[in-house]
């Protein structure tokens, strides 16, 4: 996705700024200027349409929130979307229209990403450079932390990661007794104990309870009389607010029956009257001012007089009119012009004789005079190119001897091809080169010895680990996950029956509770007691006497149990429930020990089976299978080591090889050269390259002599043929004078100097003939004219019957005067004509409604049954009182009606009637005396229900129980808040060592290998690359190789290429992650020198050509940098220009 072009219509202090930054190629812009030229809005934009303008943002304080727009044109994948960004909380995309789009279409390109993580990623400043660098040297000893926050553009990952493992630790250790989590679990068992060994008496909570409960029934008996006070005091104000609507109704109806019967005027009678009225009155003073305006037309139309046949010739009259001012003008230029033309005929009469012109014989024309001048310059230049030739000619041909006896002088060197054949064999820095193959192997073996020896538990060489076959990783990650379900399932089971027994533990001691110091009435005790009351009466009864006392004491006990049996039946009840709940929880309890076992049998037996299989396969222990995926990679990246050796071992062979095989083909060149062979491959190669330097110094002596000699014969060849070339011109040209004085009639001994003489002559009336020419056709156009103008007039003359008294001119002007008084007066005419149709119209119209008007007040003094219209008056202003009487009844019938409580207006108006106004007041007071009274005991019980409610509140602040309580419910609050927060600190720590993992594993090599290219570019060719390499830990870290192969650590670099690194890595990111958005960098180059910016310049110009990027700078020196490192053609420059009436 990429920006074709930004506008801030309304936004910050700019209205109406473009951006446009064209189709693409290329896609890397630099924008430039200076301070307050919008670069910073400019930036906050593209965020701001992407993601939304922010509630309180800062671009605002020149326009209005809901003014503020920014539109913008985006290209992704062939299509191009354009809209309009306005800030809002919904709708804030807009179409062409000013329309809110149906849908977003920004969203689908940005993938989930917000404005931060967009920031973050696509966003490059120097701060953010320097924090990267930093941040690559605190995590050298880890690649995927270095390359995931390079990635991401979140810093400090690894910081984090160890900060979460420490707060989990506070909170948490398992075994521990000091972190918070340990210690509150301590405390809640310790008060959790304290609970079920202390608790209040039941007959306490019984006393309690029923004083609450008196005091509940007073307040609710308080609450109905309250209810009744306010139904009377309702009822009263109820009648009140009636007395005044049914007064009215009363007065208006007895008033509506002395108004009589009904007429049959309509409602608006009286507002009919007054329009017909009014109607008529108008339509009467409207027809008097029509007639009156027709009279005045037709006294001014008599007066006015339009002749047809002056009418007829207006055009004709006009014309002439018009061309009148020419022709007194030309009439005036005549005279001067003839004078003008006789004066040229003189002067050129002259010019004739002086170039011996023949009489008769016409003017020579421009073009021959050109070409006359033309040929007389090409003589001159002949004559001196000649002489130059033949001087130039004769220096060549002695230049060229010169050459070829240098070249006779000239010897070769024997056998020079079979030692430049065996110089270009020879590997280049051989020696160099095979020190360092070696060294590398050496290192390359160590690496793999120290990798076979981190496969530990397993023993073996590198032979038997390629042919092993071990589980595999998915493989034992099965056998992982088994592993852990099964030692979860454990623990649950453990906690599990811990549960169970602790609730078996509460259950008992809560019956042991119930049960209290006495016997409890259970039926299983009652059932006791009476069998061991009648066991001791038939002991009576059968003459055991003594007993009868003991018998009697039975009898009276089973029937104290049976008495308590009701009226305990709830602790009984509550008895059962806890002894059957603690036989529930040992049930369970034993069914969870049962599960432990089983599944510490079945974990034994996993275990077994695959620390034997690992055994077989050579482990001298057996490996967790959760590890058996990183014993993979160690195993994997052992092979590679081995690989990497033998590599490196056949590549010295080789070189050895191939340096040996060089040294013996120089020294037989050598000797086949005649020249001296050392006995070092050193000394042979530099014996043989100066041997070649020698030849090829003399090879191109030869070449340029041989060049110079060849360009000497070429130019001797070519100023010979100039000279024949010359010669030959030169004849044409003495033919072509003597045509050019043959066709003007001249003689032809007049020769150059006689033909010059004539040409200045001839040139100095040349302009004399253009303008003799010109006055000439203006005096013959000004004649016709004239003779045009005269006849025309005679014609309009005679049509009209007139003969010309003046001048031509004078009587055309008169005639155009009366031709435009005609015509005014004809206008005047038609428009009267179409005046009078009008008014005409306008007086039948009045008449019309003059009648229709008395037609109305006829209908109304019929309807009304009176004679005429004085009698009509009165009989509306009746009708119109009877509407309002009926209006007002209507009112106070709707009134009575909203006061109506559902028995209806006749039970309204007899209530109203028993009770009469004067009793109000003595009631208002009865009520208000009621009030206070309930207020007053209302207080009272809200008294007693505080009362209750502290006692019940005291009674279990005092209870130990109660106090222990309140210590489980805190601890339990704080164990619940530290155990969360000990989870989510463990969670994400756990989730950032499995998110390195992740990238380590996917998007590590990839980023590596394009991350390496860009940072080659971007220090110039300084380094040739990245690699990983190992620390002496062993642990995998990132690296910088120099061209000469050799590396550096990011310890090594310095700060300013640790930021280029990290703008690599950045960059790298971005290319391979296939999710391309615009990247946009804010001054990242401002500490930069030329060099290195120059350097990251490429890069930027690199990355443009899979994603844009936009460069904002106030730095114009940047422009010169980017020209020098990249050309103008792989950047497209923008420049802002500061807007005065944004700072005004």
Not at 920 to 942: C, D, K, Q, S
């Amino acid at each position: 996705m990429r920006f074709r072009e930004l506008e801030l219509i309304r936004y910050g202090g700019f209205a109406d700024r473009l951006l446009d930054l064209g189709d693409g190629s290329p896609d890397l812009h630099v924008v430039v200027g200076p301070n307050e030229a919008g670069k910073s809005t400019t930036l906050q934009a593209v965020s701001d349409f992407l993601f939304g303008i922010g509630g309180q943002t800062s671009q605002g304080w020149r326009w209005g929130y809901q003014e503020l727009r920014i539109r913008a044109v985006l290209e992704h994948d062939g299509q191009t979307i354009e809209a309009v960004r306005r800030k809002g909380n919904k709708d804030t995309l807009l179409d062409r229209d000013s329309s809110p789009l149906r849908s977003d279409p920004i969203a689908p390109l940005l993938r989930g990403i917000d404005r931060a993580a967009f920031e973050r990623m696509y966003g490059l400043t120097h701060q953010r450079l320097r924090e990267g660098g930093d941040a690559i040297l605190l995590g050298r000893d880890d690649v995927a932390r270095i390359t995931l926050e390079a990635g991401t553009g979140v810093a400090g990952i690894g910081r984090e990661m160890e900060l979460l493992s420490g707060m989990a630790a506070e909170l948490f250790k398992p075994g521990g007794s000091v972190p918070l989590v340990n210690r509150l679990m301590r405390e809640r068992a310790e008060a959790l104990r304290e609970v079920r060994e202390r608790s209040i008496t039941e007959s306490q909570w019984s006393d309690q309870r029923r004083r609450r409960q008196e005091a509940e029934d007073q307040k609710a008996s308080l609450l109905q009389e309250a209810g009744e006070i306010e139904r009377e005091a309702s009822k009263l104000e109820r009648i009140a607010r009636a007395r005044a609507p049914l007064a009215r109704l009363a007065h208006n109806r007895a008033e509506l029956e002395g108004l009589g019967p009904a007429t049959d005027l309509p409602v608006d009678a009286s507002e009919r009257l007054a329009r017909a009225r009014a109607e008529r009155l108008s339509a009467t003073e409207r027809a008097e001012a029509h007639a009156e305006d027709l009279r005045r037309q037709d006294e001014a139309a008599s007066a006015l007089v339009a002749p047809a046949d002056l009418l007829g010739l207006a055009d004709r009259v006009r014309d002439l009119e018009e061309r009148r001012p020419v022709i007194e003008a030309a009439q005036r230029d005549l005279l001067r012009r003839r004078a003008d033309r006789d004066s040229a005929d003189e002067r050129i009469t002259a010019a004739r004789a002086e170039a011996r012109l023949p009489e008769g014989a016409p003017l020579p024309t421009a073009g021959w005079r050109r070409r006359g001048e033309q040929l007389l310059q090409q003589r001159r230049e002949a004559a001196a190119s000649a002489a130059a030739t033949a001087l130039r000619r004769t220096e060549l041909e002695r230049t060229h001897a010169e050459l070829l006896q240098r070249r006779g002088s000239l010897t070769e060197l024997p056998g020079l091809a079979a030692v430049e054949a065996a110089l270009a064999a020879v590997p280049a820095e051989g020696d160099d080169r095979l020190q360092r193959l070696q060294q590398e192997a050496t290192r390359k073996r160590t690496r793999a010895d120290e990798a076979l020896a981190a496969l530990a538990p397993w023993t073996g060489d590198v032979a038997k680990l390629r042919s092993l076959d071990p589980p595999g990783a998915s493989e034992g990650a099965a056998a992982a996950r088994k592993t852990d379900d099964l030692r979860a399932d454990i623990q649950a089971a453990r906690r599990e029956a811990d549960t169970h027994l602790s609730d078996a533990t509460r259950s008992q001691a809560r019956a042991t509770a119930l049960a209290g110091s006495g016997a409890l009435p259970t039926p299983e005790v009652i059932g006791d007691a009476r069998r061991r009351r009648d066991m001791l009466l038939n002991e009576v009864v059968a003459g055991a006497l003594a007993r009868g006392e003991e018998a009697l004491a039975a009898v009276a006990e089973a029937d104290q149990l049976a008495d308590r049996r009701d009226a305990e039946a709830e602790r009984v009840a509550e008895h059962a429930a806890a002894r059957a709940a603690e036989a529930t929880a040992v049930q369970l309890e034993q069914l969870a020990r049962t599960r432990v076992a089983g599944r510490e049998q079945e974990l034994g037996a996993l275990e077994e089976e695959w620390t034997g299989r690992l055994a077989a396969l050579g482990f001298a222990r057996a490996v967790a299978p959760g590890d058996l995926a990183s014993w993979l990679d160690r195993r994997s990246l052992a092979l590679a080591a081995a690989d990497e050796v033998r590599d490196a071992e056949e590549s010295a062979s080789e070189l050895r090889r191939t340096l040996s095989e060089s040294s013996d083909a120089l020294k037989q060149a050598l000797t086949g050269a005649g020249a001296e062979a050392p006995e070092t491959l050193s000394g042979r190669i530099s014996a043989a390259s100066a041997l070649v330097r020698q030849a090829a110094d003399a090879a191109v002596r030869h070449e340029q002599l041989e060049e110079r000699i060849a360009e000497a014969s070429n130019a001797v060849a070519v100023a010979t043929t100039a000279a024949d070339s010359e010669r030959k011109l030169s004849d044409e040209r003495d033919r072509a004078l003597a045509e050019l004085v043959n066709e003007v009639g001249l003689a032809v001994e007049l020769g150059e100097t006689g033909l010059s003489d004539a040409l200045v002559a001839l040139e100095a009336i040349s302009e004399d003939v253009v303008v003799r020419a010109g006055l000439e056709r203006q005096i013959a156009g000004m004649e016709r004219d004239v003779r045009e103008f005269v006849g025309g007039l005679a014609e309009v003359l005679a049509a009209l019957g007139r003969t010309a008294s003046e001048t031509p001119t004078r009587t055309v002007a008169d005639l155009a005067s009366q031709v435009r008084a005609a015509q005014t007066a004809r206008d005047r005419l038609e428009q009267m004509a179409g005046d009078r149709t009008r008014l005409s119209a306008e007086l039948e119209k009045s008449g019309l409604r003059i009648k229709s008007a008395q037609s109305e007040l006829d209908e109304l003094v019929a309807r009304a049954g009176v004679s005429d219209e004085r009698q009509l008056d009165a009989a509306v202003a009746a009708a119109r009182r009877r509407s309002e009487l009926v209006a007002a009844i209507g009112a106070a019938e709707e009134e009575l009606r909203l006061l109506d409580d559902g028995s209806g207006p006749d039970a309204l108006a007899a209530a109203v009637a028993e009770f009469p106004a004067h009793e109000e007041a003595a009631a208002r007071r009865g009520i208000e005396e009621r009030r206070e009274a309930l207020a007053a005991a209302r207080e009272e019980v809200g008294r007693a229900l505080a009362e209750a409610d502290e006692a019940w509140n005291q009674a279990a602040r005092d209870s130990a129980a109660a106090d222990a309580q309140q210590v489980v419910a805190e601890t339990g609050a704080a164990l619940a808040t530290a155990a969360e927060a000990h989870v989510e600190a463990a969670a994400a720590a756990a989730l950032l060592r499995w998110v390195l993992d992740r990238h380590r594993q996917v998007n590590q090599a990839p980023l590596i290998a394009r991350a390496g290219g860009l940072f080659a570019t971007v220090t110039d060719g300084a380094y040739q690359g990245l690699r990983v390499d190992y620390d002496e830990e062993d642990r995998p870290t990132i690296v910088a190789v120099r061209q000469d192969g050799l590396i550096v650590g990011v310890e090594g670099l310095s700060e300013g290429t640790r930021d280029q690194l990290y703008l690599a890595l950045r960059l790298g990111s971005i290319d391979t992650g296939g999710h391309p958005l615009p990247i946009v960098c804010d001054d990242l180059l401002i500490t930069a020198d030329d060099a290195r910016a120059g350097a990251m310049l490429r890069v930027l110009a690199a990355a443009s050509a899979g994603t844009q990027v936009i460069l904002f700078t106030h730095h114009e020196h940047l422009v010169d940098v980017a020209t020098a490192a990249i050309g103008t053609d792989r950047f497209v420059l923008h420049r802002l220009q500061r807007a005065l009436s944004a700072v005004a």
